[in-house]
Each structure stands twice: as structure tokens, then as C-alpha cells.
């Protein structure tokens, strides 16, 4: 098997924020997440808002330093780099594409100039920063629009300038944040198939968040992330006639954790305890017994049926009227005795 390029373990990230009457409050963002991708992959991660896949993203980047764990990437310890030692990384290593093209290109600069510019930013100038600019140009398919400028070019254009910057220092992983959230699905599909022919052709280890829950079918491996940790992963599975399906499964962390899909919780109404057991075909997790209604951890769904009943009759001025009386009554009593 492929040795992996990233090695992440227990990676915590906390975010310290100041609220407007000037206290400090603190998110976690990654809460010991472990992840591993192999050389030469094209992984996606997926999640809802918050769920720390950007985190993510922008550890590996170099963009932001851990508070707890460690990234590896090839053989660098993010997190024991030096500034300038993770400037250097940035530069040299990686590859950025960011979902909006204003982010990605320079307005006044043409396609190919926006190019030349991180070639010239590393040192390499006239003639040959030129050529390899175009070279990148003819990569991504566009060298028929070098001279056009950002508002020339359509979205799906921006975006494959905008992968062609991230090859200009011929990088070991590119990272991809939404590359596809601001197009329609035809061009999306596009740019997943110029990605999917880069990563094959150069080698190249990528890894894209998305909110496309159909990512699955344009990379080879898809993670999905939830409240900071890694929490399934889908997998290509062959058919026994040729063909193939998606899998999903579990995680388990190193620890031996592992995080129960939310609509299962919901639907055996599962809080806080389960109660586990062998069995010949595997682990039976269930409910324990006595808490088939209400628990200490939650209200049971009669409970709560029985609340929204209370709280929508109460809202009738008719009911509210009944209330009133019965605790007017009842504090009149309590003056007589």
C-alpha cells in the first residue's frame, strides 16, 4: 500500500473569540480528529457548517497552528515549524483553490499574468516564468484566453486559472475549499474531471471540502466530519459483475471511539448510554433497559408531545384565562387560611 503523505493525530483547535461586552469565549473547532491520506489520493471530506472541515483544511495548509495533536505532511511536523519555516512550506508544498474566484485571481492581471506572479514571487522571472505560466495555461485547457482578465472569464474559466496558480510551484498536495459551490452542475462537473485528470496524471495527493454530497463519485475515498472528529467514511466497493458501489462506514478513533450516526440516535430515541454487546455476527448496541420513556438525560417524545400540547394551549387567550383563574382561586385560599 501507498505510504500516506498526511498523518493527522488527535488534532484539537480551539478558536479564542471576543464577545461585544468583551469576554473571551472559546470554540473548539477540532476536538482529536485522526485522519490519513496516501500519496497520490483525491480524498473529499464532507460536513455541515461548523463542523471544522475548513479547520481542517487550513491546518493542513499551514494557515492555522494546532492547539493540540499533530499534522504531518511528507515528512514535516506542522506543528514544530518555525514561521518562516511554514511561510517556506506554503510556498513550496501546497496548492491553494478557494471557492470564490475573487480570492483565487487579480482582477487587472490577465490569466496568464496571474499565473507568472506566484512564479515570480518564488524567484523565477522573464522567459521561463512566462512559458510556464502558459504551460499550466494549456494544462487546464484555457491557453486561448492567457490575455482575458477576471471579468472576461466565466466562473468555470476563473476556476481553472485559478488551478493552475495552485501548480505553479509544482506542489505535493493541492487543497481545494468549495472549488466547485459557486457553479452550476454541468461546469462543477467540469472542473471535477480536470481535477480528476491532474491527479492522475501528475500524481498529485488533493483533498476537497465540499457540501456536494455527490463528491463521492469524483474522488476515491470520502470522509465526513462532525463536531470536530472524523465520523464515517465512504469507500468504492467492487461488484462481483465489474461494477462498483459506495460504502459507508463508521470510524473508529485511537482511542476505539466511534460516533453513531444522529438519525439512528433519533430514531431508538439513544441519549447519553448504550449498553453493548457480543454477539456471533458482531457488536449489538442498544438502549439499556429502563429507559424505553424518560431518562435522566432527556425528555422522553411523549414528554415532549405532552409540553408542545401544554405550550400550544396556552397560547388560546381561552386557555390562558382558565390558567389565570385556577391561580387566582388558588391564592385566594392561601390568604384565607
Known amino acids: 500500500m501507498t505510504e500516506p503523505l498526511i498523518l493527522c493525530e488527535n488534532l484539537v483547535k480551539i478558536y479564542r473569540l471576543n464577545t461585544a461586552n468583551g469576554a473571551s469565549v472559546e470554540v473548539q473547532a477540532l476536538q482529536g480528529l485522526d485522519i490519513t491520506v496516501r500519496d497520490g489520493e483525491m480524498l473529499g471530506i464532507v460536513g455541515a457548517s461548523g463542523s471544522g472541515k475548513s479547520t481542517l483544511l487550513n491546518v493542513l495548509g499551514g494557515l492555522d497552528r494546532l492547539t493540540g495533536g499533530r499534522a504531518l505532511v511528507g515528512n514535516q511536523d506542522l506543528s514544530m515549524l518555525s514561521e518562516s519555516a511554514l511561510d517556506a512550506y506554503r510556498r513550496d508544498k501546497v496548492g491553494f483553490v478557494w471557492q470564490h474566484g475573487a480570492r483565487n485571481l487579480i482582477p487587472y492581471l490577465?490569466?496568464?499574468?496571474?499565473?507568472?506572479?506566484?512564479?515570480?514571487?518564488?524567484?523565477?522571472?522573464?522567459?521561463?516564468?512566462?512559458?510556464?505560466?502558459?504551460?499550466?495555461?494549456?494544462?487546464?485547457?484555457?491557453?486561448?484566453?492567457?490575455?482575458?482578465?477576471?471579468?472576461?472569464?466565466?466562473?468555470?474559466?476563473?476556476?481553472?486559472?485559478?488551478?493552475?496558480?495552485?501548480?505553479?510551484?509544482?506542489?505535493?498536495?493541492?487543497?481545494?475549499?468549495?472549488?466547485?459551490?459557486?457553479?452550476?452542475?454541468?461546469?462543477?462537473?467540469?472542473?471535477?474531471?480536470?481535477?480528476?485528470?491532474?491527479?492522475?496524471?501528475?500524481?498529485?495527493?488533493?483533498?476537497?471540502?465540499?457540501?456536494?454530497?455527490?463528491?463521492?463519485?469524483?474522488?476515491?475515498?470520502?470522509?465526513?466530519?462532525?463536531?470536530?472528529?472524523?465520523a464515517s467514511e465512504t469507500v468504492r466497493v467492487q461488484r462481483s459483475d465489474g461494477g462498483e458501489h459506495h460504502v459507508e462506514l463508521a470510524v473508529l478513533d485511537a482511542a476505539g471511539r466511534v460516533q453513531l450516526p444522529r438519525e439512528y440516535l433519533e430514531e431508538f430515541n439513544i441519549h447519553r448510554r448504550v449498553t453493548i454487546e457480543s454477539t456471533p455476527e458482531g457488536i449489538l448496541i442498544r438502549k439499556p433497559e429502563g429507559e424505553a420513556h424518560s431518562g435522566e438525560h432527556g425528555p422522553s417524545s411523549k414528554e415532549q408531545e405532552a409540553a408542545e400540547a401544554e405550550a400550544t394551549a396556552l397560547r388560546n387567550p381561552s386557555r390562558l384565562s382558565q390558567v389565570w383563574g385556577g391561580l387566582k382561586s388558588m391564592l385566594q385560599k392561601r390568604s384565607r387560611r
Open 110 to 230: 490577465t490569466a496568464v499574468e496571474n499565473i507568472q506572479l506566484p512564479l515570480t514571487i518564488a524567484g523565477q522571472a522573464g522567459r521561463s516564468a512566462r512559458a510556464r505560466a502558459l504551460e499550466l495555461l494549456d494544462l487546464v485547457g484555457l491557453r486561448e484566453r492567457r490575455d482575458h482578465r477576471l471579468e472576461e472569464l466565466s466562473g468555470g474559466e476563473q476556476q481553472r486559472v485559478a488551478v493552475g496558480i495552485a501548480l505553479a510551484n509544482r506542489p505535493q498536495l493541492l487543497l481545494a475549499d468549495e472549488p466547485t459551490g459557486e457553479l452550476d452542475t454541468s461546469t462543477a462537473q467540469t472542473i471535477y474531471d480536470l481535477l480528476r485528470d491532474l491527479n492522475k496524471r501528475l500524481g498529485l495527493t488533493m483533498v476537497i471540502v465540499s457540501h456536494d454530497p455527490g463528491i463521492a463519485r469524483h474522488v476515491d475515498r470520502v470522509v465526513a466530519v462532525r463536531d470536530g472528529k472524523l
